[in-house]
Every structure is written in C-alpha cells, then in structure tokens.
C-alpha cells in the first residue's frame, strides 16, 4: 500500500502545482516572503532532526535483528562441530536432524511475524535442546566440549530472544504520525513559494515531494524487517544449512 501511496504523492504535488499555478501567482504574498522563509528554515530544521531520529532508531533495529540472527546461527554451528569432534555418529545425527529441522522452519516463516510463526519456531527451537540430553561424556577432554556444547546453544538461544525482542519493537505510531505530519507540511510550505516560470516551479516540487516521500519510505521499510526493499537476510540459515550438509 505504501509503495502507492507515496508515488501518489509526488504525483498529486505536480498535478497540484501546475493547475493551481496561474491562480497563486495572482496573489499577492510580497508581504508574507520573509515570514514565509523563517517559518520554512524552522520546519526544514525540525523535519530533519525528527526524521535523522527515527531512520537511525529503525535502522539500528534493523541491523540488530540480522545481527542477532547471525549471533544465533553461528553458535549453532559451534554447537554442531563440538558435537562433531565427539565421534559419536547417532548423537551426530540426532543433532544434524534438530538443528537443520529448526533452520528449515525458520527459513521458511522467517519473513512471516505471526503468533503461528513464533509457536512453529519455537517448538522446533526447543527440539534442539533434546541435544543435550544426548550428550554422554565418556572422557574428561568430552566434559569439557560438552560444557561448550552447552554454552553455544545458551548463546543461541540468547541471541533468538533478543532477535524475536527486537522483531516485537515498532517505531511508536506518535513518531511516525509526527514524520507524516512534518513531510505533509515542509511540501505544503514550499508551495506557497511562488516562483514566476512554472516549470521551475513545477521541478521544485516534484524534487521537494520526492525527497520526501524517499525519506517516508525508508522509515516505513526499516520499521518492518521482513516486507519490502529492506529484508532481514536469511544468509545466516543458509550458511548453516550448508554447514550441516559439509559434515
């Protein structure tokens, strides 16, 4: 929806701006200029902060969760090559089974944020955990990978919980209002900036619209991960998955 309605925005400004040309032009706003540039000077300030604000609020979100999620997958094939250097092939199978089930799921509701997703995710995610269970020392050298063991699945399951944290956020509505409200207003400024060629006139809000609307759309993109040009990768569970099959 957002990707029409902020090219119906841009569209609406030049449509706009050249019907209403002759008649604006008409007026006699001499008087208002230097108020009129005060007022602009002060919104333009204002919109860049608010907007510099919530795009790195939302973009160190976004780069939070690929984080995390690489934090995840990474300890998962710790956890996997301690089991490995075990030599014990049924708990390398069992392990293999778990932990590529939990990849697959994931991989594939991974751009879905739902309560089935997470209820999905999580059931195989517990699974792994069954690993542990597994797991028989039968050397003072397998007590201690078997302590690493635990530790990169506790590790794992720290990084999900903060990446499923971080998927629960949202940019607060009153912010994204407040964008909307400031970008409606900067290009509504500018148009009571006269200019006497109409094509010039006609360029500048389209760039003025533009901009803005460019800016609307990374904010509402950063603020939802798994839906449009900005997607969390699933790099980390590929990677894993490859990992899995190496062995």
């Known amino acids: 929806m957002r990707y029409i309605l902020l090219p119906l925005l841009v569209v609406s ?3 706009i701006s050249i019907t209403t040309f002759d008649y604006f032009n008409k007026l006699i706003l001499s008087a208002d200029i230097s108020g009129l540039g005060v007022f602009l000077n002060f919104l333009g300030v204002v919109y860049a ?4 604000f919530v795009i790195f609020d939302a973009g160190g979100r976004f780069n939070n969760i690929n984080e995390e999620l690489s934090k995840e997958f990474m300890a998962l094939r710790n956890l996997f090559s301690m ?9 390398l199978q069992f392990s293999k089974e778990k932990i590529k089930d939990y990849a697959l799921t994931l991989k594939k509701n991974l751009y879905v944020n739902g309560s089935k997703t997470k209820k999905e995710a999580s059931k195989k995610f517990r699974m792994v955990f069954l690993i542990l269970e597994k797991i028989k020392p039968k050397s003072e050298s397998e007590k201690i ?3 690493h063991a635990i530790d990169a699945l506790r590790s ?3 990084s999900r919980s903060r990446r499923i944290g971080l998927i629960e956020s949202e940019i607060p509505k009153l912010e994204l209002f407040l964008v909307m409200f400031l970008s409606m207003s900067l290009v509504f400024g500018f148009f009571l900036v006269r200019l006497s060629n109409i094509y010039i006139f006609t360029t500048l809000m389209f760039i003025i619209s533009a901009a803005v609307s460019f800016i609307m759309l990374i904010i509402f993109d950063l603020n939802m991960p798994f839906k449009g040009f900005w997607n969390v990768s699933s790099d980390p569970i590929d990677r894993t998955l490859e990992f899995l099959e190496e062995k």
């Open 83 to 91: 089991i490995n250097v075990m030599k014990d092939k049924n708990l």
């Open 145 to 147: 990978l078997a302590g």
């Open 49 to 52: 902060i608010i907007s510099a």
């Open 13 to 15: 400004t030049i449509l």
């Open 156 to 158: 794992s399951a720290n």
